[in-house]
């Protein structure tokens, strides 16, 4: 089968497609025919060779594709072949052909695309785990997500608006911050305009969020600190300026702050089926219903990975961009 590969550890260059043996599935796993895969910063890192898979992953990029079902393992229920599927992967979306534990995956509903589908995943789940199973954020409270025209921010801002609870995200342009608000954001700051903690204290009356989603890491420590409402929880996903920040321990403790530290690649296949199951319980009729869609910023052909990358990481895109196979 056909891969996107890479050849050693670099720049977007590096990206090749290559004939690779095609993945041999468990008992418990299900063989998807990838039709799109999501790209996400993680694929970046790894391909600077900087984020490496879990042992026994496949070593091709990838954490999230969509297409049909090829094939089956003996111990899986609930899948045939021919299903349409997306799926959490822990490597081996950038793949015409991508194997993974039958509790990742879910089945497309007809209001997505297959595009929309393999952008889906890695970044509601994420937000779900992140938001809800950990945060434990309730109707009425306010999260801070930085990055709103991630593809996490725009997960978050849809499942924030769904569950009754406020959103407020930071951005890099007006331009951004505006289709945030279009998106459903109730609060969108510029963060390149000077500091965030102020704008959100004013769209809080003073009282700070209840939540903060954070990828950026070490500089924005002491700034989501001081934007938490007492009892705050602030959950850190990501590392995008830094891994480390000084901060007042004494405001942790008088104002009972939580600090979570969370990824989702590297946990267990039964975590991740946990996980899965939660999201449907929850968001299961919107799912189904298409309130929940990615909004897709470019599907690009697979051969042209590089240029996805360079999307990527020059921060122009708002929503997901994906492969097509």
């Known amino acids: 089968m056909k891969a996107v590969i890479v050849e050693k550890p670099g720049d977007e260059s590096a990206l090749k497609i290559a004939d690779v043996p095609e993945p041999e599935i468990k008992p418990d796993e299900i063989l998807i025919r990838v039709r799109a895969a999501g790209v996400n910063r993680a694929d970046i890192m790894q391909r600077q060779g900087f984020y490496p898979p879990p042992p026994g992953a496949s070593e091709i990029i990838g954490l999230e594709c969509a297409g049909e079902v090829e094939a089956v393992g003996n111990a899986v229920t609930g899948w045939k072949v021919g299903d349409r599927a997306m799926a959490l992967l822990p490597g081996g979306g950038y793949a015409e052909k991508a194997a993974t534990h039958h509790g990742s995956a879910m089945k497309i509903p007809p209001s997505l695309s297959f595009e929309e589908a393999a952008g889906f995943p890695e970044v509601f789940l994420t937000a779900f785990l992140n938001l809800f199973m950990l945060a434990d954020i309730k109707s009425g409270e306010s999260a801070l997500i930085h990055g709103g025209g991630s593809g996490v921010g725009t997960a978050s801002i849809l499942l924030l608006k769904e569950a009754r609870a406020r959103s407020i995200v ?8 505006e289709r945030c608000l279009k998106h459903g954001a109730d609060v969108a700051i510029n963060y390149n305009l000077g500091p965030f903690p102020p704008s959100v204290k004013a769209a809080t009356n003073g009282r700070g969020v209840e939540v903060i989603l954070d990828s950026i890491g070490g500089p924005y ?14 959950v850190l996903i990501g590392l995008m300026r830094g891994t480390h920040g000084e901060i007042d321990l004494s405001a942790i403790l008088r104002r009972h702050l939580k600090i979570f530290g969370s990824t989702l690649r590297t946990r267990q296949v039964t975590e991740k089926a946990q996980i899965v199951a939660a999201f449907l319980k929850q968001f299961g ?24 990358h360079r999307m990527m990481q020059a921060s122009e895109h708002f929503g997901k961009i994906v492969l097509k196979f």
């Not at 930071?170 to 911050?177: H, L, M, N, V």
């Not at 219903?289 to 240029?307: F, N, Q, V």
């Open 170 to 177: 930071t951005a890099g342009s007006d331009e951004k911050c």
């Open 221 to 234: 420590l002491p700034g989501n600190l001081e934007s938490l409402a007492h009892g705050g929880r602030l």
């Open 285 to 308: 009729p919107a799912f189904e219903a298409g309130r929940l869609r990615p909004p897709i910023y470019k599907a690009i052909p697979a051969s042209e990975a590089t240029t996805a």
